[in-house]
């Protein structure tokens, strides 16, 4: 009780000093997670529900406000929430991420208090323990800009968030057991868009107006394919950067990635299809929604568009095309291009390879033969507290032993400037997250990587994001600025790989003490594993 007392105390003096220093604005949200009955794909499931919604309520808010989100426990496991693409600057106490959060347990409260910095563009959040992802508990997350800063861009007349990504008829609970039994999930039994199997969604629009549709993978286990019929998709924006705007026809949206993309009503006046439809498996998954015109109360009258299926080239030219808008503001009014990520000289290299080892007769994934397994205490509480023992390192490069389990985590300079190279010896397609961070995607190709690989990088215009695909045999390579303190989730967006294994955290460590490199731990941290007994310091 004097713990939730020290903490409404902390909300009360934020709000005061909010108030007579015009500080940036707080926006509050209260919600209880239950479980409930869902028919996504026509069988009754128990999902995840927030405030009774699959999917969730949708976050809208603008650069640098202040998000106090109150979550409530309702469910009979323990519960965390994450922000994909959110970079809790100077504040990975907020990741919501077992290795920087313990818990909430069955039946009680965790608030969240993050701000988004210097932040634009679309986002998801997600539940983040346990398989709880396969249930649902996920949804939608808009950063608009601040009214000072220019947007390259008219307001589109709506602004439309699509959810979309494969989808299982077994529960969680299910699906997890059979990971635990050490075999991998059966092929996917479907796909959703926003929580709703093929024409279960209706999105209604005026002709001749322009909309933004943000479209994200929320997916486990495949990447996907969007389409609009008839419809062609002017691409603006990707986890947070403004793009060069061209045009598509249809756009491979990876696990775990998002993008925005305007779309003009400009055909004439009937429905058409939206399509989401899996990539790279030789079954495919397909799901529509509904494009409708207002003055239209005709039907879909022709078969929905087909999509690119197998093709890798295709795949790859795609990515390399998106590119930044150099002369756009970003978050800040200073242009996207006047950060000149190419003439930063790197101060580490690190390449990452995948694997699928069987280890103790199971089924794992791992990341330079080393399996995560989760520890006993979050990471990030160890390291506060100086509780050693709790876990050890991994290479920095592939090193061709033998795969073993291990809680990994690597250590790098705040400040520092890093080149990753994520190589897939694979024949699967793998998309990689960095939590904490965006990266600069140099490069990727197919074949391993070399040191000479680098005289193909793009080191002048090319997209920053936080999620970034690696194709089967190829490789990937970033550079990204080591700017924000933490411990960091680097994880496979494969949600049977992470949960097998194939992620590791990243320290990002400054030897000064000082809030202006890192928040404090929170005066309402809950504490578990070795991490009981030992107390926070009010912020």
């Given at each position: ?168 008829k077994k529960n969680h609970t299910d699906l997890r057991a059979i990971l ?252 990689w997250h960095i939590d904490g961070h965006n990266f600069f995607v140099v ?97």
């Open positions: 009780m004097g713990e939730y007392r020290s903490f409404c105390s902390f909300i009360f003096v934020l709000l005061l000093v909010a108030c007579t220093t015009g500080e940036d604005p707080y926006r509050f949200y209260n919600w209880n997670v239950t479980y409930g009955d869902i028919y996504p794909l026509g069988v009754k499931q128990q999902g995840i529900l927030i405030n009774g919604q699959f999917p969730g309520p949708q976050i809208e808010c603008v650069t640098n406000d202040n998000l106090i989100i109150s979550v409530f426990n309702s469910l009979d496991e323990p519960f965390l929430i994450s922000w994909n693409g959110v970079q809790q600057r100077r504040n990975s106490w907020q990741d919501g991420v077992y290795g920087t959060n313990c818990p909430i347990p069955p039946g009680q409260n965790f608030t969240y208090v993050l701000q988004v910095k210097d932040q634009i563009g679309s986002y998801f959040y997600f539940p983040s323990l346990a398989l709880h992802k396969a249930a649902g508990g996920y949804g939608g997350f808009k950063i608009a800009s601040r009214s000072v800063i220019p947007v390259p861009f008219p307001p589109p007349a709506g602004d439309f968030t699509i959810l979309a990504g494969d989808w299982y635990d039994g050490g075999s991998d999930l059966p092929f996917p039994d479907g796909l959703l868009i926003n929580g709703r199997s093929s024409n279960g969604y209706t999105f209604t629009v005026d002709q001749g107006k322009t909309y933004r549709f943000r479209i994200s993978n929320v997916g486990l286990t495949t990447s996907i394919n969007f389409r609009i019929q008839g419809h062609k998709m002017l691409l603006v924006e990707v986890e947070g950067t403004h793009t060069l705007q061209n045009i598509y026809d249809s756009l491979d949206v990876h696990l775990g990635q998002s993008y925005s993309v305007l779309v003009t009503a400009d055909q004439p006046a009937q429905a058409y299809d939206i399509v989401a439809s899996t990539r790279f498996t030789s079954q495919v998954l397909t799901a529509t929604s509904i494009l409708r015109y207002s003055n239209s109360a005709g039907s879909v009258s022709s078969p929905p568009p087909g999509g690119p299926t197998i093709q890798i080239d295709w795949s790859l030219e795609q990515a390399r095309s998106i590119r930044r808008n150099l002369t756009a503001s970003g978050p800040r009014p200073n242009p996207q291009g006047s950060y000149h990520y190419g003439m930063i000289n790197t101060t580490r290299t690190i390449i990452l390879a995948n694997s699928a080892p069987i280890i103790n007769g199971k089924q794992r994934y791992a990341v330079n033969s080393v399996s995560f397994i989760p520890a006993d205490t979050p990471l990030k509480l160890a390291d506060y507290f100086k509780i050693s023992g709790v876990f050890g390192g991994i290479p920095d490069s592939p090193t061709g032993g033998g795969a073993y389990l291990q809680t990994s985590v690597t250590t790098a300079d705040f400040r520092g400037y890093a080149e990753v190279v994520f190589e897939n010896p694979e024949d699967v397609v793998q998309s490069g990727m190709d197919g074949g391993q990587w070399s040191a000479a690989s680098r005289l193909n990088y793009n080191l002048r215009d090319t997209i920053s994001r936080c999620t970034v695909q690696v194709y089967p045999q190829s490789w990937t390579a970033v550079y990204m600025p080591l700017d924000n303190v933490g411990m960091w989730n680097v994880r496979s967006e494969n949600w049977v790989r992470q949960y097998l294994g194939q992620q590791f955290y990243l320290r990002v460590y400054s030897p000064a003490n000082s809030w202006r490199d890192e928040y404090p731990i929170p005066s309402n941290a809950l504490r578990c594993g070795r991490a009981l007994g030992h107390s926070t310091r009010p912020v």
